[in-house]
């Protein structure tokens, strides 16, 4: 008696647990009726204003079209991992808002965009190169561009007033120029600086001089082209100057230069207006005293590294609701409301919105729009198909690891063929 | 004759199931205690198939593909094993976590049992102390790990400021980018979080030596030298031999520390298995290379966990 009371009581409690997963699958939005959810995925902005303008844009659409939605935001380091996840488990948002070469490493598994890429071109007076670079994968349009962050430099005016340089003279430099110029701050005890180290700042700042001084990871094919006289040259360039930067660039993270200028410490690094922005709001010390500049030109000419950013659809989330979100947040007023409010942060990828007066009017901002040096993301000039083995080169940063080996005492030669080796690998 | 008989009389009954030679009944697949037993150990097996050998070998086939996030992999055999092998920065990792391991865990078990010998002495606020002890240990890691990265800071950290102030260095400390420096600062925050639970361990161990030991032998003439060398180590080592291996298998697949102090640089300097798998496999979105990474630290568990068995069943003798 005892024991049928104990086997009734294990089959109720095996059938609850077996409807439970049914219930919670039966209760999900969209299958009883109510609106599915649309959800966007980001990462999070140095400049929290553009988070509280996304989610404001995105739910005024919401409101619009009667759907309830939601914006999430990862950090900067956990972005890429969550992305793979999505892409693997097939689970995940309904929009994400990806970087770089990404468009080219989940081409299998995003929405192909060709009519609505087309379409916002047009409305946006037509990409620019780089939006278009690594978007547009395999003949069709793998993401829509969204906006870019390039890495011009940020430097002390009264530093290099005193040290006898003009704005113009800092805006026109070369890289030889500037191993002057840091050798004078050294001396100062206000040092130049900027990352050798494993982050993602580091590959801004070294992909661009790599291509100033003529050398590249890879040529336009995709072949590897680490070693050469160029890269050499680069690397006998950044040991001369490392002597005059502080040891701990070699252990930067993204926040490293922003840590340098804020202190006071520093007199010139390459950023996103960040540093200049928190300047301007909380460090009234440097108030009124920062501005940007072009990268230095090298013998192959001046390169700004930049990281495009794209809104693209799962396929296994594909929706039209998630076309018209994208479709309203690239609508000119709210596009528009976006840029201005990062205090050109953002950057646009349409060349309609290179012109608009917030990088006039704001003076430090003069050097972002129109940006006058070559702007490539990591792994250039190589092709869109080889942008997964881009990805790898800059997640595993081995152009600034084979600077950093040079610079702690890798003889020249055998960094580049320890770099050589390393991409040989990825690029396979 | 006689004992013949009993034997076909009285039904053999092992663990109280069913008698042998009995057909077996619907109420006996229901209620035998076999079954029970069965059925207890299930949600156990089930939880164990679920979280450890089906991803193991979900593991173990992703590292045999070409897998690339979101596109079905290719078979490749063990081409992503000869490949990491002939990375520098694979190499690299083995290096580190050999010599993370190995003297993180030297260090543990070395101020372990020194701490261990200090608190069995203690006599006031003991119970006060051992729980103080246990904060790095029960502290979220990501966050002490956090804090110490400040402290490492070269401009601005405490550790460098402290000792410039004390006078015990004349320079600062490139604590996290020199690539020795950086493996001593990855080693030294292991051993902080580690510490207590080692110390807190053999301090079990040693409460539970019996006392009337040490005394016989000080009627013998034995020195501390000789009763620690005689007495301690001796009926420590089971316990001490466990803890170590145990802490082996947490170190060798440690994560947080190296990933928020160093995310594995200076120039890889740090990187262990678990760092440069995730950077390999979840970043770069090369699983199958992932996969293979994170199972080149297989056959060291697999021994460690062989030995760790080997040991926990000689502990009763």
């Not at chain 2, 694979?90 to 101020?111: D, E, P, Y």
Request: proline letters at 7%; a positive charge.
């Amino acid at each position: 008696m005892k024991q049928a009371r104990v086997w009734s009581s294990c089959v109720v409690w095996a059938v609850i647990a077996l409807a439970l997963p049914l219930l919670v699958l039966v209760a999900r939005p969209g299958l009883c009726g109510t609106p599915a959810e649309v959800t966007l995925l980001t990462n999070t902005h140095f400049v929290p204003a553009f988070e509280t303008e996304l989610k404001k844009q995105v739910e005024a659409w919401g409101k619009q079209k009667g759907v309830p939605t939601r914006v999430d935001f990862v950090s900067s380091g956990e972005f890429n991992a969550k992305m793979v996840s999505e892409a693997e488990t097939k689970a995940g948002h309904d929009i994400v808002i990806i970087k770089q070469q990404q468009p080219a490493l989940f081409k299998d598994s995003l929405v192909d965009q060709d009519t609505l890429a087309t379409e916002l071109g047009t409305q946006h007076g037509g990409w620019l190169p780089i939006g278009e670079q690594h978007a547009f994968v395999d003949g069709h349009w793998k993401a829509i561009p969204f906006y870019h962050q390039s890495f011009p430099a940020v430097y002390r005016t009264d530093l290099f007033k005193e040290i006898g340089f003009t704005r113009e003279q800092v805006h026109n430099m070369t890289w030889d120029q500037f191993l002057e110029a840091a050798k004078k701050l050294h001396a100062k005890g206000k040092p130049v600086a900027f990352a050798i180290s494993q982050t993602d700042d580091a590959d801004n700042n070294l992909y661009a001089l790599l291509w100033a001084f003529g050398g590249s990871t890879v040529d336009k094919s995709g072949k590897v082209a680490i070693n050469s006289p160029q890269t050499a040259k680069a690397i006998e360039y950044v040991k001369e100057l490392a002597k005059y930067m502080p040891r701990d660039v070699l252990a930067w993270d993204d926040g490293g230069n922003n840590r340098f200028m804020l202190s006071g410490q520093g007199s010139y690094t390459f950023n996103p207006p960040s540093v200049w922005a928190t300047a301007e709001k909380d460090v009234p010390a440097l108030k009124g005293l920062l501005d940007h500049a072009p990268v230095p030109a090298g013998p192959a000419g001046r390169f700004r590294t930049t990281t495009a950013f794209y809104l693209a659809t799962w396929k296994f989330k594909a929706s039209p609701l998630a076309t018209d979100l994208i479709r309203f947040l690239m609508q000119k007023e709210n596009y528009r409301a976006q840029l201005e409010v990062t205090w050109g942060y953002n950057q646009p990828l349409g060349k309609a919105f290179t012109t608009l007066p917030i990088w006039r009017t704001n003076i430090p901002l003069n050097a972002y729009e129109p940006v006058v040096e070559t702007l490539a993301p990591m792994g250039w000039p190589g092709p869109s198909e080889k942008g997964p083995a881009a990805v790898k080169a800059w997640i595993m940063h081995i152009v600034p690891v084979m600077f950093a080996k040079a610079v702690t005492g890798t003889p020249t030669a055998e960094a580049i063929r320890w770099a050589e080796e390393e991409l040989r690998q990825l690029y396979r | 004759m006689g004992r013949r008989r009993a034997e076909a009389t009285v039904p053999v009954t092992p663990f109280g199931g069913r008698p042998l030679g009995r057909p077996p009944t619907a109420s006996w697949l229901w209620c035998g205690s076999e079954v029970t037993g069965v059925l207890f150990v299930l949600p156990a097996a089930l939880l164990v198939i679920g979280l450890v050998a089906y991803p193991f070998f979900y593991a173990l086939s992703l590292s045999l593909t070409a897998k690339q996030a979101g596109v079905p992999g290719q078979f490749v055999g063990l081409r992503n094993f000869v490949d990491l092998m002939q990375g520098e920065i694979f190499l690299r990792t083995i290096r580190n976590s050999f010599v993370f391991t190995g003297a993180a865990v030297a260090v543990k078990t070395v101020l372990g049992l020194g701490l261990a010998l200090l608190l069995q002495r203690a006599r006031v606020g003991r119970r006060a102390i051992r729980g103080l002890l246990l904060l790095p240990w029960v502290v979220p890691s990501t966050l002490s790990v956090l804090g110490w990265w400040w402290m490492f800071d070269p401009l601005f950290g405490v550790v460098n400021l402290g000792m410039l102030k004390l006078g015990l260095i004349g320079d600062r400390i490139p604590w996290l980018s020199d690539p020795i420096w950086a493996m001593v600062a990855v080693i030294i925050v292991n051993v902080w979080r580690g510490l207590p639970f080692f110390g807190i361990s053999f301090l079990a161990g040693l409460v539970s030596i019996p006392d009337e030991l040490y005394e016989a032998a000080q009627i013998d003439g034995a020195g501390k030298a000789t009763c620690f060398r005689r007495i301690t180590l001796p009926l420590l080592r089971p316990i001490l031999g466990m803890i170590v291996l145990y802490s082996v298998i947490m170190t060798v697949s440690d994560f947080n520390i190296v990933y928020i102090l160093t995310r594995g640089g200076p120039m890889n300097s740090t990187h262990l298995f678990a760092t440069f798998a995730y950077e390999m496999g979840l970043a770069a979105g090369d699983i199958g290379k992932g996969a293979a990474i994170s199972l080149f630290i297989f056959p060291v568990l697999a021994a460690v966990a062989f030995l760790q068995l080997r040991l926990t069943r000689r502990q009763p003798q």
